[in-house]
Every structure is written in C-alpha cells, then in structure tokens.
DNA sequence: TCTGGGGTCCTAGGACCC
DNA sequence: TCTGGGGTCCTAGGACCC
C-alpha cells in the first residue's frame, strides 16, 4: 500500500492558546476576535454550542451573551505564532516527513507504520503533553481524504481524536455523509456549479469521469476525483517555498476621511511590510498601496483602488519602500469618501543574498562601482531597469520580474558583470 | 478600404485556503 | 456604531511595444 497520510489539526486553535496560558478556560465557552474586535476568529466548542458562527460580527453577540459568561479575548497573533512553532517542533521530532500547511495544521507521510492507530495516539498524547494543545489526527491514502478524516476526528466522540479512512468501505461511509462543500477546495460556488452539472455529493464527484472533469474543470478538479478514489495526487511538501508577496493591511477602528491619516497608517504597513520581509530574508521592487471605503455601509459612496509602483531597484530599506507607498497612495487618493481599510502589499519577492545591504544605492566598493556602470549602461541599452548585482555575493543577473530573464540575455549579462 | 500577432504589464476581479 | 488578515492561483481586457 501506498504510505498513508496523517493531517494533524490543533482543535479551535487560537481558543486552545488561550487557555493554555488561563486554564481556568476550560470547560467553558471562549471566543477569539479579530483585530479592532470586529468578528469572531475562533471559538471553543461550548461557544459554537452556543451557536456563535465563525466570522461573525462581534456585535451581534455582544449583549446577548454578556451574562452568559462567554470569555472573550482579543488575538494575539505573536502568542499563536510562537505556539505553532512548539506543535510543528514536536511533531518534527515524531515522524521523517513534516509539512507545515498552515498556523495550526500539519501533514506527516506516516511510511514505515505499521500500526498507524497507535501512532496517530502517540502523536496527539506528546502534542498535548509537551504543548497542552489539544490537535485531531486524520489518516488516510492521499490528502483529500486525511482532510475528510480529520473532520470525522474532530466530530465523532468516539473517534476520541483519532480517525482512520484507510478502508474502502470506511471511505465510502465518511463521504455518504458529508457535502460537497466539506471537502477541501470546494466552496459555495465551485459546489454550485457542480451542482448545475449533476454532481450533488461526494460519492458522485469521486465516481465522475477524471478525465471529463479535467475538460470541464480543469486540472485541480480532475487531482480532486484522484485523491478521492484513493490515487496520491499531492505530495509532502517539505521544503516551505518562499513567499511570493507579503502584506501588511489593517481596518481601521474608525472612518477616515483625511489624508494624513491615511499617509500615516500606510507609512506603518510599509514599516512592517519591509520588516517581514527581511526576517524572511526577501526584497522586492514591486509594491502596491490600496484604500477601501466600508462595503458594510451602503448608504455611503464607495470607492476603492489600488496603485503599483515598480522601484529602480529591488530593496528590503524601509525608508524606500515607504516613499515609493507614498508615491502610490498619492496616486489613488481620492478626497471625500470615508476609509475604513488600507493596505500595503509587497510583490514579487527575490531573493535577498541579491540585494543585501543597500548595495544597489551607494556601493563604496571600487569594483561594485564598475559593475554598477556597467549594470547602467546595460540598463539603458535594453532600456529597463532589469539588471544587477551583489556586492557580498558573486556578480550575478537578476530581474524585477522573474519572467523578464531569457535566456538570450543571461549569457551575455553575466560575461559583462565578471568585472 | 483593407488593418497582424505575439508578448508584457497593469488593473480588476473571482475563487479558494487558513 | 460595531463586519479580520494574510495568502495562492487563475482569468480577462486594455495599453503599449515590437
């Protein structure tokens, strides 16, 4: 048989977090809010016996559930961060194949167990044990199906955390009694226009045609109706790739209408946007800045955009991104409407050992000087900006744009930086 | 009067995920 | 009055270039 996947999911997370640290939370209901404590993030499971939906607005709840003793707490997203590394840290320690898919999941390839009941138990006991956070382990042949299994672990009481979709017969229960819309990469709308198709269940898509969805779907669905009949589609990833853009955006607590407002907050997105970056060891010359009226109040006019600017030279300094932001909002700013969100984002990022140190802006190597004419006057001979170098590294070509490199050029570049 | 084709870039939006 | 933040991938049309 083909090596089975485990999907370790931390129950409520950000509620389990909570508690850990206030263990008098336990046994009663807590929810987690969103910045601005707008809308409800996380909820134990008394608070979803209470019928408190994810995502919803905070106020809604407010008065209601004031003497019924729900806990609530604002996020706190760096004690969230700091207790996924110890979950990810510990199950690193138990298995060769971790991929981290997201702030509290994880998939392990579970080859060479023999006894995988056994050790989805062991796994969930040293989790809670080193960590005190409760996780679910669902385990299956491909992905698609661990995801299925893990919500039948976190539902079934007597699955007790644990549950395994290794059997044919035991697929074919679990996907009797789930929708569409309870497998992972089918939403409202995909779901509906499966729907429009004659495909109304689970059980249905897996016994659709892969090659037929393929035409009618594309290819993500036809992987969708391989995982489901048990065929491995989508591997561990085990290397984390890099991030392909970083943003920093916020609502504001209230309505904005003045400028300086704005330019201030955007000024802030920057400053943390950049500094992300870095700590990822990335830099970029593309930004964006949006603004975005309340799409909640419809009574009032609305208006929101977004504005690229593309820098000469990819950075990770924060005092230039913030300018270039500035340079975009400017662009945008329109006077009379009231701003409730902005929004700094930072696209295609490169690597860093490329740009580090300011190199680009004022090299005082007498070498780097040379290379950076001749990046110059390569720069003005192809008339674009695309063209660099590292002082700390080798020479080397690089782009603003990663499709910008064709190999016709590279050769060429690359002889005339050998400085 | 006829009026290409390939390519990139930007903006915008849709769909999905956590 | 109060409705999150951070990602990925895909598509489409217009501007612009050669």
Known sequence: MVAPFALVDCNNFYASCERVFEPKLRGRPVVVLSNNDGCVIARSNEAKALGIGMGDPWHLYRARFAEQAVTVRSSNYTLYGDMSARVMRTLAGLTPSLEIYSIDEAFLSLAGFEDLEAHARHLRSTVIQWT??????????????????????????????VKLLIDPAAQDDALARIELTDLWGIARRMAARLKCEGIETPLQLRAADPQDMRQRFGVVMQRMVLELRGMSCLPIELVTPDRKSIVSSRSFGRLIKTRPEVEEAVTTFSARAAAKMRRQGLATAHLAVFIETNPFREQDPQYHASRAVTLPVATADTAKLITAAQTALAALWRPGYRYKKAGVMLMDLVKADRVQGGLFDAPDDPKAKMRMRTVDALNGRY???????????????????????????????????RV
């Not at 956070?133 to 009481?157: D, M, Y």
């Not at 695309?386 to 690359?414: A, K, N």
């Open 132 to 161: 005190g956070i409760p996780v679910s382990v669902g385990i299956a042949p491909t992905k698609l199906l661990a995801k299925v299994a893990n919500r039948f672990a976190k539902r079934e009481a007597h699955a007790d955390g």
């Open 383 to 417: 008339g674009r900006d695309t063209v660099g170098f590292g002082v700390t590294g080798q020479p080397r070509v690089w782009t603003l744009r990663s499709d910008m490199l064709s190999p016709r050029y590279t050769t060429e570049w690359e002889e005339l930086l």
